[in-house]
C-alpha cells in the first residue's frame, strides 16, 4: 500500500507540474474578426460601420436587387398575359410571381433579416454619435437615419396593406425596434424586448417619415455638387426617398416638393442616350442612389435575373410590354433577344445598380404636381416631356396630359426597377384578376420569425 | 518555477531508488516475454511467485523484469488463457508462450490509453481486424466496414470520390456542432476537418491507408470513451497501424485491379415520351388559362417552338430521331482501379520495424473523377535498454482528387439529366458539343440545351485538391519500477492542401458570360500537435486481485491557416493559373486556432477473475469556451458468471459476463472557435472598408454533456462456438451548443448558446456463429442495432435544414416537415394536400395527421406535418465466411431500414413540366388525364406549378439491403509456392456493392446531397452520384 502511495505522489508531481503552466495557452483570440470592446472606439470605426449600413442595404435581399423583382414580379399577372415571364429554376422567385409564396420562402425571410439588420447597423451607429468628430456628426446621423427610414418604408410595404388599403392605424406593418443590439450581453436578444409585436402600418410609416426627414436635413451641410456620391446617401436621396413615401400615401403634393428638391438642386442630368445610363458601370449624372458593386463584394442580383449575362435570363419580358413602347422610343433599344426578350439594362454583371434616377423624380414631380394641382418647379408636362425627349419620343400637349398617361410614361420609363406593384396598389389597380388589394400581393411575415416570436400575426391568407 | 521543478525531478529519481534498491538485494533478477499463440506480445500478464504476493505484469509488448527468491516457482498467468506454472531453477530468461482457454475472449482489444484483454472489458467497444479492413477496394476504411460493427452507422453520401463519410456511432448528439466520432491514429487524434472549397465536404481519412490498419476499435459507451472526455460523446474510434514481428524479415507485395459502374440509375422520360408530355402539358396549361390552343402567343406555340430550339433548330424532335440519354453520356463506366502496394516486416529482439509503400488510383463512374493516392508507412520499435523502448509511427501520403462540382452546381455532371432527351450530345449545327459554341455570336451558346451543359465542365473544368499529409508519432515507453511504466507520446499531425480549380472559357453559361474562364486557388494548413504523458501501474496483489492504473495529461493545440485568390479574364483555355489572369476577382487568408489541456485516469480492478470493476475520467479545458473546465467521469461493473463454481461444471455456457455502465462524455467539436464572445467582422463597400457587429456574447458557454447508461450481456455458448453481445444503452445530451433562432429584428438571426436536450436510446445485437469447423469451415457473423434519437428540448425552437428537415422537440433529429401530399383530384388533376390538423396549446402549436380533414389543393392552407425520419430505426449486417482447403469465401450484406430520403429535384424533374421543361422522371407517364383517373401523379401543366411545392410527394422509403463486400480468394499451398521462394500467395476477387435491393425509385438509396448535408439536412437526394460497383481482382505474394 505504501508504494501505491509513493507511486501516487510521483505520478500527480511528474504530471500535474509541468501541465501548470498551459492553462494559459488556452487564452486564444479570434484574428480573422474583431473583438467588438476594439471594433467600435473611433469616429472612423463608427463610420466603418455605417457603411456596412450601405453594404446591407445593397444586398442581394434589399436593393442589391430582391426588392426590385421582388415588386415587378409581384406586380406582373402572369402567364401569357404578363409583361415578365419567370422561367428560372429557383422556386422563390417562381413561388413570387405566382402569387403563391409560401411562409417558408427564403427570399421572403432574407429581405425581412436583412432589411433588420441594416437598421440594427443604424441604430448602433445612432448609439454612437458621441465618437463621431463634430464636423462628421451631422452626416453620420443623416446616413443612419436615412437607411433606417428606408428600410421600414420598405417592410411597411412590402408585408403590410397598402397605405390606401383599409385603415393604416389598425392594419399591421411590421416591428418597430429603435434601440441597438448590445453585442457584449445576450439578455437583449433573448428577452422579450425581441419579441415585439407587429407596429401599424402609420406607425412605421411615421417612423420612416420621421427618419427621412431628419436625414434630409441632418445632410444638407454636406450636400454634395457634383452627383458622383450616390454611393451613399445624400440629403437628395434622403428628399427622392421621402418623394416615394408620400407617392405611396398619396400625398402628392408632398411627394411634388421632394421631388423638386431633388431635380432644384441642379446637379444631377439624364444621361442620354438611355443605354449610356445602363451601360454605365459606375455612378452616373442622373443617379441619387446607387448600389456599388465591384468585382469583390456586392452582387447585383438584377443581372442575376434578368440578363443574358447573368443566369441567362430567368425573367423574360412577353410581347404585351414591349406593345406599349412606341416604335421609336430609344427604350426599346434596352433589349434584346436570347433566352426570349430579355432586359439589356442589367448587362453589367459588375456595374452598380442605378437605384433612384433623375427620371424617376421628374416622373413623381409631374404625377404630384398634376394630382395636387399644383406647380411645384415646373409644370407636368414638362417634366413628362424631358422624359420623353430623352429616349426620342414627341412632346405631349399639356391638354393630353392624364394620369393614366403619366402611370404609363412612369412604367416604361422604370420597368424592371421595381415600381410596378406599389404604382399599381397606390391606384387601386389589380393584378391581373386579383384585386390591389389581394392577400397574396403582401408577403407572408417568415416562418422563421413567428417560430421564434410568437407576438408576430401573420398576414390574412398565409 | 522552473527551480521547482527541477526539485521536484530529483524526488521522483530519489524515490524510484529507494523502491528499487531493496529488490536488487535478497533476489535473483529475470525476465522474458509472454506471448500468445500468434507470437504476439500479451500486455497485462500476470508473473507471480507462487505462494507469495511478488510478482509483476507484463508491458504493452508482453516483457517482463523483476526479481524472485532462488529456486521460486512462477506462475503465469492471463485472462482467457491457460495458465502455466514453470519452475525458475537458473535460468534468468523466460519466452512463455499462453495458450488460448477460449479464443474470442483472449483477444487484446486497444481501448484510450492502452489495451485490455476482451474478458476483462467492461465497456462497450466494437473491433474490426486486419482482414475486414485490408484490400477492399474503396477509398477509405469507413467504406470497408460498413455493416460490420453494430450501431456504427456508415453513409457515404454519393459516388464522387473523396467524398465526406457519415459515422454516426450510438445516434446523433448534437445539432448545432460535429457528430463524428473522434478519430485517434495509434493514440493520437487526427485531423478530421473538412477544407473542401467547392460546397462538397471532402474527407480527410482518404489520407490515410486502409491496408496499413491492423485493427479499429469503435468505443461507444461512456466507460469506454469517457477517457476522451469532451470529444468522446459520438463515440471514439482508435486506430492501430501495422507494427513488425521478430524474426526474419517479410516482404508483401500486392496488386489488385478492377473496374467500377454506378450502382443504379434513375429512370428519366425518352425523347418521344417528352415530346408527347411536353405538348400534352402544354396543351393543358392553355385550356386552363383559357387561351386558345392555336394561339401564336399560348403555351401551345411556345412549347413547340421550344422543343425545335431545344433539338437543335431542326424538326428531329419530332420523330424521335435524337434520343440522348444523358446519364450515359456524363458517366464513365468499366472505370479502372489500380492498387499496387508493397510491404516489409521484421527485426530482432530489439528493434522491430514495418514499412510499407502504397499507390492507388481510383477513376470514378463520372468522367473525369479520379482519385489518386501515394502513401507511405514507417512504424519503427527499438529497445533501447531493458526498460526503455522507443518507437515511431509515420504516414507520409499524397492525394490527389480531380473533383465535380457540388450537387447544387449546373456544372455538377449529374444535372444533365435535366436536359432534354431530344437535345443532341453534339450539336449538329457546330458539329461540337451542344452548348459549347454559338455561330450567330461567336461564343458559348446562352439558350441552348435548356441549361448549361455539365458535359461541358467534365471537360473543361479542372478542379484539383492535392493534399500532403504527414501524421506520426514518436513514443518512449520507460519501465520505473516493477509495474510501473511511464510513457510518452508526441503526435504531429500536418496537412497541407490546395485547390486549383480552372474554368475553361467554354463553362461560360455557368461561370459567367462576361468572366473569359475564372478560377481560385486555395491552400490551407491544418496543422496539429499532441502530447501525451501518462504512467501505467500494474502492482502485483496476489493470486486474486489484479489492478491496472492509467493516469496523465495531454494537451493538444491544433492551428488551421488558408488562403485563396480567384480570378477572371483569362487569355485563352491554355493558362491554367491565377497568374494569366487579368482581374484579381477575390482573395482572403484566415487563421484560427484552438487548444485542449487534460488529465485523464482510469483504473480497471479484477477481483478472482470474476468481478469486474473499471473507474475511469478526464478533465478537460478547452479554449472553445468561456466556462472551460469540465470532468467527465464513468464508472463500469462487470461479471464472469462463467467463473462462478455453480456454472463451472457444465459444457454449454462458456461465457456469460453481465456489466452495467454509466458516465458522462462531451461534445466540443464542429463549433467556431470564437463562438462566446462579441466580434465584429469585416467587408467591402464600393471599395471601402466596412465593419459590422458580427455575434453576440456568451459568458456561460460550454460543452455539451452526455450522460450514458449501458447494460450489456456478453455470451458464448458450446466452448464458443456461439457467441455474442447484447447491449441496451441510453445516451442523454444536455446543454447542446445551440445555434438558436433569434428574432431577425435584433439584427441578428442565429446566437450559440446552451439551450436543449436530446436523447438516443437504442439496442445492439451481436451474434457469431462457427457454423462447421474442420476442413470446411462456416463462420457467421450477425449484428444489428437500433437507435432511436429523440429531440427533447431546444427552448421552443424550430431549426431548419435540408429541404424539408427539421429540429424540433419531440421528433427525431431531421424529421421530414412538410405538406402531406393526397394524390392527384380525380376531378380535375389538381395536385391535393392533406389538410391535416393544427392543434393550439397555449403558445405550443403541433400539427397532427388527421386525414378526416380532408384534403386541399391550396398548399398553404394544408398543415405541416412529420412526414418521415431520415435516421434509419434498424442498421446491421450479415458476414459469412466459409473456407475450404485455401478457398475462402467471405460476403458481407448490409441493411438500412425505416428511413425516407427526400428528393429535394422532384421539383424539378417529377412534376409534369410544371417548374420548365427539364427532362421527367418515367413516373411523370402516370399523370392525370381525364376525369375520373385514379392516379397519384397530377395532371401536367406546363409552368402552372401543379404540385411542384415541397411536399411528401416527393418523399420515398429509403431502407435497401445490399451485399456490401464480397471477396472469393484462394490461398496457394506452400508446397506449391517453396520452388519459387514465395512463402504465402493469395489470389482474391472482390465485390463492393455488387448487389442492392430497395425500392427507393432514385438512384442509390444510400445518399446524402452533399452541398446540403448536416446535422440536420440529411437524408436527401439532390442530382447526386449513386455509389460505386466494384469489381476487382488482387493477388498478394510474400516472401
Known amino acids: 500500500m505504501k508504494k501505491i502511495i509513493h507511486v501516487v505522489a510521483l505520478g500527480s508531481a511528474l504530471l500535474v507540474v509541468p501541465m501548470a503552466g498551459c492553462n494559459s495557452r488556452l487564452d486564444i483570440q479570434p484574428v480573422n474578426t474583431a473583438p467588438a470592446d476594439k471594433a467600435l472606439n473611433t469616429s472612423a470605426d463608427v463610420q466603418s460601420l455605417l457603411r456596412a449600413g450601405y453594404a446591407v442595404v445593397g444586398s442581394v435581399d434589399l436593393y442589391g436587387g430582391r426588392l426590385q423583382y421582388t415588386a415587378d414580379l409581384l406586380g406582373d399577372p402572369a402567364g401569357p398575359s404578363g409583361e415578365l415571364f419567370w422561367q428560372g429554376t429557383y422556386s422563390q422567385p417562381n413561388e413570387i410571381y405566382n402569387k403563391r409564396i409560401t411562409t417558408t420562402n427564403t427570399f421572403v425571410a432574407g429581405t425581412w433579416t436583412q432589411a433588420y439588420q441594416a437598421i440594427n447597423i443604424a441604430n448602433t451607429v445612432l448609439a454612437n454619435l458621441s465618437k463621431v468628430s463634430a464636423v462628421q456628426q451631422a452626416q453620420v446621423e443623416g446616413g443612419a437615419r436615412f437607411i433606417r427610414g428606408a428600410m421600414y418604408f420598405e417592410l411597411a410595404r412590402f408585408y403590410g396593406r397598402d397605405w390606401n388599403d383599409g385603415s393604416p392605424s389598425t392594419n399591421l406593418a411590421v416591428p418597430i425596434l429603435l434601440t441597438p443590439t448590445n453585442v457584449q450581453d445576450p439578455s437583449g436578444v433573448l428577452g422579450d424586448a425581441a419579441k415585439l409585436p407587429r407596429n401599424t402600418v402609420a406607425d412605421v410609416y411615421a417612423q420612416a417619415i420621421s427618419d427621412l426627414t431628419a436625414a434630409e436635413s441632418k445632410l444638407k451641410a454636406s450636400a454634395p455638387s457634383s452627383p458622383t456620391s450616390s454611393d451613399v446617401a445624400t440629403t437628395y436621396t434622403a428628399s427622392g426617398m421621402l418623394s416615394r413615401v408620400y407617392l405611396q400615401q398619396q400625398r402628392y403634393d408632398l411627394a411634388a416638393v421632394e421631388a423638386d428638391k431633388v431635380i432644384s438642386s441642379g446637379i444631377f442630368r439624364l444621361t442620354t442616350p438611355i443605354a449610356d445610363e445602363f451601360n454605365s458601370k459606375i455612378n452616373t449624372n442622373e443617379d441619387i442612389f446607387d448600389v456599388q458593386i465591384t468585382v469583390q463584394a456586392g452582387v447585383n442580383d438584377l443581372n442575376t435575373f434578368y440578363s443574358t449575362n447573368g443566369r441567362g435570363g430567368d425573367i423574360s419580358v412577353q410581347q404585351p410590354l414591349l406593345d406599349m413602347f412606341d416604335p421609336a422610343d430609344d427604350r426599346l433599344n434596352l433589349f434584346n433577344q436570347d ?64 394620369v393614366p398617361i403619366i402611370l404609363q410614361e412612369r412604367h416604361l420609363e422604370l420597368a424592371f426597377e421595381g415600381f410596378y406593384l406599389h404604382d399599381l396598389k397606390r391606384n387601386k389597380l389589380p393584378v391581373g384578376t386579383l384585386p390591389y388589394n389581394s392577400p397574396r400581393l403582401i408577403l407572408p411575415i417568415p416562418q422563421r420569425e413567428i417560430d421564434v416570436n410568437a407576438n408576430l400575426v401573420q398576414n390574412a391568407g398565409y | 518555477m522552473k527551480m521547482k521543478f527541477f526539485t521536484r525531478c530529483k524526488l521522483v529519481l530519489l524515490l524510484s531508488w529507494l523502491l528499487a534498491i531493496p529488490a536488487w538485494a535478497q533476489t535473483q533478477a529475470i525476465s522474458g516475454r509472454v506471448s500468445g499463440s500468434d507470437g504476439g506480445g500479451l500486455p497485462g500478464a500476470t508473473i507471480l511467485e507462487q505462494g507469495t504476493t511478488n510478482g509483476v505484469s507484463t508491458n504493452s509488448d508482453g516483457a517482463f523484469t523483476f526479481s524472485v527468491k532462488p529456486n521460486a516457482t512462477l506462475v503465469i498467468s492471463s485472462v482467457g488463457y491457460i495458465t502455466q506454472t514453470i519452475p ?478 480567384s480570378g477572371q479574364q483569362f487569355p485563352s483555355d491554355a493558362y491554367r493559373l491565377i497568374n494569366a489572369a487579368a482581374v484579381i476577382s477575390g482573395g482572403s487568408s484566415s487563421s484560427s486556432r484552438s487548444a485542449l489541456l487534460s488529465y485523464f485516469g482510469r483504473a480497471n480492478y479484477a477481483f478472482d477473475n470474476k468481478y469486474l470493476l473499471t473507474l475511469s475520467g478526464r478533465v478537460d479545458g478547452s479554449s472553445r469556451f468561456s466556462n472551460r473546465y469540465g470532468f467527465f467521469p464513468a464508472a463500469s461493473v462487470g461479471w464472469l458468471l462463467t467463473e462462478e463454481n455453480f456454472l463451472k461444471n457444465q459444457k454449454i455456457l462458456s461465457t456469460l459476463k453481465p456489466r452495467v455502465s454509466i458516465g458522462q462524455t462531451g461534445n466540443q467539436q464542429g463549433f467556431p472557435d470564437n463562438a462566446y464572445t462579441a466580434q465584429y467582422s469585416a467587408g467591402a463597400y464600393g471599395g471601402i472598408a466596412t465593419q459590422r457587429p458580427a455575434s453576440i456574447a456568451n459568458d456561460n458557454l460550454k460543452w455539451e454533456t452526455t450522460t450514458q447508461t449501458d447494460a450489456g450481456i456478453d455470451f458464448g455458448f458450446l466452448d464458443g462456438r456461439i457467441s455474442g453481445e447484447v447491449d441496451v444503452y441510453q445516451k442523454k445530451t444536455k446543454g447542446l451548443v445551440l445555434n438558436t433562432n433569434l428574432p431577425g429584428i435584433t439584427g441578428f438571426t442565429t446566437y450559440f448558446q446552451n439551450v436543449g436536450d436530446m436523447e438516443n436510446k437504442g439496442l445492439e445485437f451481436l451474434l457469431t456463429t462457427r457454423n462447421a469447423l474442420g476442413a470446411f469451415t462456416w463462420t457467421t457473423s450477425f449484428n444489428a442495432a437500433t437507435n432511436i434519437n429523440k429531440v427533447t428540448n431546444l427552448g421552443g425552437q424550430v ?81 459469412n465466411t466459409l473456407g475450404y482447403k485455401g478457398i475462402e469465401l467471405n460476403f458481407t450484406f448490409q441493411g438500412v431500414f425505416g428511413n425516407s430520403i427526400y428528393n429535394g429535384a422532384g421539383q424539378y424533374e417529377s412534376v409534369g413540366f410544371g417548374n420548365g421543361l427539364d427532362n421527367q422522371t418515367t413516373d411523370q407517364l402516370d399523370r392525370w388525364q381525364k376525369p375520373g383517373d385514379i392516379t397519384n401523379v397530377p395532371q401536367a401543366r406546363l409552368f402552372l406549378g401543379n404540385g411542384i411545392s415541397n411536399s411528401s410527394r416527393f418523399l420515398s422509403h429509403g431502407d435497401y439491403v445490399r451485399l456490401k463486400t464480397t471477396t472469393l480468394s484462394y490461398t496457394f499451398p506452400t508446397s506449391l509456392l517453396g520452388p519459387a521462394h514465395i512463402s504465402n500467395a493469395r489470389l482474391f476477387l472482390t465485390g463492393v456493392n455488387l448487389l442492392t435491393f430497395t425500392k427507393y425509385n432514385g438512384a442509390d438509396p444510400e445518399v446524402n446531397a452533399d452541398y446540403i448535408a448536416g446535422n440536420i439536412g440529411q437524408g436527401n437526394d439532390f442530382y447526386s452520384a449513386p455509389q460505386l460497383r466494384t469489381y476487382t481482382l488482387g493477388v498478394i505474394l510474400g516472401f
Open chain 1, 339 to 402: 433566352n426570349g426578350v430579355l432586359t439589356t439594362k442589367f448587362d453589367q454583371v459588375y456595374g452598380n445598380i442605378h437605384e433612384m434616377r433623375l427620371s424617376e423624380m421628374y416622373l413623381t414631380r409631374a404625377e404630384g404636381n398634376f394630382r395636387a394641382n399644383t406647380t411645384v418647379g415646373g409644370l407636368p408636362v414638362d417634366d413628362i416631356n424631358i422624359v420623353r425627349a430623352r429616349v426620342n419620343l414627341p412632346p405631349l400637349a399639356a391638354t393630353d396630359l392624364t
Open chain 2, 88 to 565: 525458475v531453477g537458473s535460468r534468468a530468461t523466460f519466452n512463455v508462450t499462453l495458450t488460448a482457454s477460449a479464443t474470442e475472449l483472449a483477444e487484446a482489444v486497444v481501448v484510450g490509453y492502452g489495451t485490455q484483454t476482451k474478458q476483462d472489458l467492461t465497456g462497450s467497444i466494437a473491433t474490426v481486424g486486419s482482414k475486414e479492413i485490408n484490400n477492399v477496394p474503396v477509398l477509405t476504411f469507413e467504406q470497408a466496414i460498413q455493416g460490420k460493427a453494430a450501431g456504427v452507422f456508415i453513409e457515404s453520401g454519393g459516388g464522387k470520390l473523396g467524398q465526406a463519410t457519415k459515422v454516426r456511432v450510438r445516434g446523433t448528439t448534437s445539432v448545432s456542432g460535429d457528430n463524428q466520432p473522434l478519430y485517434v491514429v495509434d493514440g493520437i487524434p487526427v485531423i478530421n476537418d473538412d477544407l473542401s472549397g467547392n460546397g462538397a465536404p471532402t474527407n480527410p481519412l482518404t489520407d490515410l491507408n486502409p491496408n496499413d490498419i491492423e485493427n479499429i476499435s469503435i468505443l461507444k459507451d461512456a466507460s469506454a470513451s469517457a477517457i476522451y472526455g469532451s470529444r468522446a460523446s459520438n463515440g471514439v474510434i482508435l486506430i492501430t497501424t501495422k507494427r513488425g514481428k521478430s524474426g526474419a524479415t517479410h516482404f508483401e507485395l500486392g496488386y489488385q485491379t478492377g473496374v467500377s459502374d454506378p450502382t443504379r440509375n434513375r429512370k428519366f422520360l425518352n425523347a418521344t415520351d417528352y415530346v408527347a408530355l411536353v405538348r400534352e402539358s402544354a396543351n393543358n396549361t392553355d385550356d386552363i388559362l383559357g387561351i386558345p390552343r392555336t394561339d401564336p402567343n399560348g403555351y401551345t406555340a411556345y412549347a413547340e417552338s421550344k422543343l425545335q430550339s431545344l433539338s437543335g433548330g431542326n424538326d428531329d424532335y419530332k420523330t424521335g430521331l435524337v434520343n440522348t440519354d444523358w446519364q450515359k453520356e456524363l458517366q464513365q463506366r468499366r472505370a479502372a482501379t489500380n492498387q499496387y502496394s508493397l510491404s516489409a516486416s521484421g527485426g530482432d529482439e530489439k528493434t522491430r520495424f514495418y514499412l510499407a509503400g502504397n499507390y492507388i488510383k481510383q477513376n470514378g463512374i463520372i468522367r473525369n473523377n479520379n482519385f489518386e493516392r501515394i502513401n507511405t508507412r514507417i512504424n519503427i520499435d527499438h529497445k533501447a535498454t531493458t526498460k526503455l523502448v522507443l518507437g515511431l509511427n509515420l504516414n507520409l501520403s499524397r492525394t490527389l482528387n480531380n473533383r465535380i462540382d457540388n450537387d447544387n452546381s449546373f456544372g455538377t455532371a449529374y444535372q444533365a439529366v435535366a436536359l432534354s432527351p431530344i437535345t443532341p450530345v453534339i450539336d449538329p449545327r457546330t458539329g461540337l458539343a451542344s452548348g459549347a459554341f454559338n455561330p450567330a455570336t461567336g461564343l458559348p451558346n446562352t439558350t441552348f440545351p435548356l441549361y448549361y451543359n455539365p458535359l461541358l465542365s467534365l471537360d473543361n473544368v479542372r478542379n484539383a485538391t492535392t493534399v500532403y499529409r504527414t501524421l506520426g508519432n514518436v513514443y518512449a515507453a520507460y519501465d520505473l519500477a516493477k509495474g510501473l511504466t511511464f510513457r510518452s507520446e508526441l503526435g504531429i499531425d500536418l496537412l497541407f492542401q490546395t485547390e486549383d480549380y480552372k474554368a475553361g472559357l467554354l463553362t461560360a453559361r455557368n461561370t459567367g458570360f462576361t468572366v473569359n474562364g475564372s478560377g481560385y486557388n486555395t491552400t490551407a494548413r491544418n496543422t496539429r500537435f499532441t502530447t501525451n504523458n501518462y504512467f501505467t501501474y500494474r502492482p502485483t496483489l496476489g493470486e486474486k486481485n489484479s489492478l491496472e492504473v492509467v493516469a496523465g495529461t495531454a494537451y493538444e493545440e491544433r492551428r488551421l491557416d488558408a488562403n485563396s485568390v
Open chain 2, 799 to 879: 431549426i431548419n435544414g435540408g429541404y424539408i428537415n427539421r429540429a424540433v422537440e419531440g421528433q427525431p433529429i431531421g424529421v421530414f416537415y412538410a405538406q402531406e401530399f393526397a394524390g392527384a383530384d380525380p376531378m380535375n388533376g389538381d395536385a391535393l394536400y392533406w389538410k391535416n390538423r393544427t392543434i393550439t396549446d397555449g403558445s405550443t402549436v403541433t400539427t397532427v395527421i388527421d386525414h378526416s380533414t380532408g384534403t386541399t389543393n391550396d398548399y398553404n392552407t394544408a398543415a405541416r406535418v412529420v412526414l418521415g425520419n431520415p435516421n434509419p430505426r434498424w442498421t446491421g449486417g450479415v458476414t
